[in-house]
């Protein structure tokens, strides 16, 4: 059904949108979508830059956790 839609059909679906709602309503909803599309995008760079941020630490505070009795062998070796 959706497959038939042209752009002739476009044009109509609008014009009936435009007429219901008018067009403040539109644009203000048009500008609560591009808010959350921003708020989205923000969230989305916070999350990476934490998790970056955690896996340096965790790289930073790594340890050799390689018992005493085994390097010493190494080291005679």
Do not use: C, H, W, Y
């Amino acid at each position: 059904m959706l497959n038939n839609i042209g752009p002739a059909g476009l044009v109509i679906i609008a014009v009936v949108v435009l007429v219901l709602f008018g067009r403040g309503k539109i644009a203000t909803l048009m500008g609560e979508v591009g808010k959350g599309i921003t708020a989205f995008k923000k969230g989305v760079k916070d999350g990476t830059e934490e998790i970056e941020s955690q896996s340096t630490e965790a790289a930073d505070t790594a340890r050799d956790v390689t018992p005493q009795s085994q390097t010493e062998e190494k080291d005679k070796v």
